[in-house]
């Protein structure tokens, strides 16, 4: 079975500080990762994905993202917070066969990230 | 470029009406398309999914239904809205490509049932 796990409800980080959003996972075969920002009321955005290649993948607004395969973890990192980046953070993955599946993808519950200024 | 719809954005109901929420998808084809509830501002719920006009799955049995009636609109329907339908509900689509198969969510619609 597919899962992601996002241990922490909440982060709060002061601005100007690094964040980190935590993301583990379980499937079977090769993942597909991804990170997507939702603000109140809007529909969720798309941040960044892992398929293969490099373990650290840049995404928009200078959020990165780390695939780390032995402990099946996949971190979402800015160097420097701002306040607008205050949202709710989901992680999702599938396993890289999982399109006969409708291409579903399995999402964590979410972490909310509270930057102060 | 694609952009995603959904209609409309704000819908408050009576228990026991029908419902119809419509999302359409422009600017690709064959996509596959998908819709979620989120409940209390977190955990997203599929609800139904569909790599095809006519070919509708769903995720979790309630008292919900799906219809793709053309390749690019997905409309969620309800005969007898119950108290517990009322959230967040997001149409999301995604295609087959080379490099990944990101989804790629609409507005939502926020439905209130009193």
């Known amino acids: 079975a597919q899962s992601v796990a996002q241990p922490e409800d909440q982060v709060k980080v002061a601005e100007g500080n690094p964040l980190t959003v935590k993301c583990t996972y379980s499937?079977?075969?090769?993942?597909?990762l991804f990170w997507y920002v939702q603000y109140p009321n809007r529909g969720l955005q798309f941040l960044l994905k892992?398929?293969?290649?490099d373990n650290l993948v840049k995404g928009s607004y200078g959020f990165e993202a780390e695939f780390n395969k032995s402990q099946t973890s996949f971190h979402l990192k800015k160097p420097s917070a701002l306040v607008s980046d205050s949202a709710l953070y989901f992680c999702?993955?599938?396993?890289?066969w999982g399109w006969g599946q409708g291409g579903k993808l399995i999402f964590g519950q979410g972490t909310e990230l509270s930057v102060k200024p | 470029s694609q952009t995603i719809h959904q209609w409309p954005a704000t819908l408050v109901q009576p228990v026991g009406s029908p419902l119809s929420l419509e999302c359409t998808v422009e600017?690709?084809?064959?996509?596959?398309l998908y819709w979620y509830r989120q409940a209390a501002g977190r955990g997203l719920q599929l609800l139904f999914y569909?790599?095809?006009?006519?070919?509708i799955s769903s995720e979790v049995p309630q008292n919900l239904s799906a219809s793709r009636p053309q390749d690019r609109q997905f409309i969620l329907s309800s005969k007898k809205l119950l108290l517990s339908d009322s959230g967040f509900y997001l149409c999301?689509?995604?295609?087959?490509?080379?490099?990944?198969?990101?989804?790629?969510f609409g507005p939502g619609t926020r439905l209130t049932v009193l």
């Open positions: 892992y398929i293969t290649g």
């Open positions: 999702a993955v599938r396993a890289s």
């Open positions: 569909s790599v095809g006009i006519g070919q």
């Open positions: 600017g690709t084809s064959n996509p596959n």
């Open positions: 999301a689509w995604s295609v087959r490509a080379q490099g990944g198969h990101e989804q790629f």
């Open positions: 499937v079977s075969g090769n993942p597909y």
